[in-house]
Nanobody, 120 residues
Framework: QVQLVESGGGQVQAGGSLRLSCTAS????????MGWYRQTPGKQRELVAA???????NYADSVKGRFTISRDNANNTVYLQMNSLKPEDTAVYYC??????????????WGQGTQVTVSS
């Protein structure tokens, strides 16, 4: 059983910064990618940023230049540094892990979510 533990959410004023972290533990053969998604009430969950095992990163247009995703491969941890936060960044942020449970067995797991609230 693979679990994701997220931390770093909270409340901040517009223009401020937060850093989210997500650590994966359990039976992981290899990691393909880790990423952050966010969701607000009544809307679909959307990709914020993702990073592959080869450190290739992609971002939603709305966060480019403000957010940075990074990984600590040794500790199966992904970070999301969020700067210049805006009220529209307010959401529940979810970590996602795409991994191989064993060779040829690809699957995904989600974290429990962490609330980020940006006040104007």
């Amino acid at each position: 059983q693979v679990q994701l533990v997220e931390s770093g959410g909270g409340q901040v004023q517009a223009g401020g910064s937060l850093r989210l972290s997500c650590t994966a533990s359990g039976s992981i053969f290899s990691i393909n990618a880790m990423g952050w998604y966010r969701q607000t009430p009544g809307k679909q969950r959307e990709l914020v940023a993702a990073i592959t095992s080869g450190d290739s990163a992609n971002y939603a247009d709305s966060v480019k230049g403000r957010f940075t995703i990074s990984r600590d491969n040794a500790n199966n941890t992904v970070y999301l540094q969020m700067n210049s936060l805006k009220p529209e960044d307010t959401a529940v942020y979810y970590c996602k892990l795409d991994y191989y449970r064993r060779a040829g067995y690809f699957t995904s797991v989600w974290g429990q979510g962490t609330q980020v609230t940006v006040s104007s």
